[in-house]
């Protein structure tokens, strides 16, 4: 009897599809610089890497972010022990419009990119960069 017990429970784990998010080994790494302007983004004060910036992933087909991590000191961010599958991952970013232009609060969007993990895949995405004022 415990070596059936065993061997369906053996039997029904290798059959569970796990979906996108945590619980595999591969990992999504990336950095984040952020570029000061002034209120009318006509003038670029500096660019730096963003220290504490807010991260977003969303795992599959979600709705909403799945987790959030912040960028450390050199703006360097990791969102680890994830499955195989797709993956959206977006910072915010403030956005050149005309009412920023003529001195209105800027409005903020999102900016993405589109990832596919494999097994074991430790994968480093293109650099995001943020506008802020």
């Given at each position: 009897?415990?070596?059936?017990?065993?061997?369906?429970?053996?039997?029904?784990?290798?059959?569970?599809?796990?979906?996108?998010?945590?619980?595999?080994?591969?990992?999504?790494?990336?950095?984040?610089?952020?570029?000061?302007?002034?209120?009318?983004?006509?003038?670029?004060?500096?660019?730096?890497?963003?220290?504490?910036?807010?991260v977003?992933?969303?795992?599959?087909?979600?709705?909403?972010?799945?987790?959030?991590?912040?960028?450390?000191?050199?703006g360097?961010?990791?969102?680890?022990?994830?499955?195989?599958g797709?993956?959206?991952?977006?910072?915010?970013?403030?956005?050149?419009?005309?009412?920023?232009?003529?001195?209105?609060?800027?409005?903020?969007?999102?900016?993405?990119?589109?990832?596919?993990?494999?097994?074991?895949?430790?994968?480093?995405?293109?650099?995001?960069?943020?506008?802020?004022?």
């Open positions: 009897m415990k070596k059936l017990v065993a061997m369906l429970l053996i039997l029904s784990l290798m059959g569970c599809d796990k979906s996108e998010g945590e619980g595999g080994n591969s990992s999504i790494s990336g950095n984040v610089t952020i570029q000061q302007w002034n209120n009318t983004f006509t003038v670029m004060s500096y660019e730096a890497e963003a220290a504490d910036y807010d977003f992933i969303v795992y599959g087909d979600e709705i909403g972010y799945s987790d959030k991590t912040e960028t450390d000191y050199n360097d961010f990791k969102f680890s022990f994830l499955r195989e797709d993956y959206t991952v977006y910072v915010y970013s403030k956005v050149v419009s005309a009412s920023a232009i003529n001195g209105q609060a800027p409005d903020e969007e999102a900016v993405t990119q589109l990832v596919s993990l494999g097994k074991n895949d430790d994968l480093e995405i293109e650099d995001f960069t943020v506008l802020n004022n």
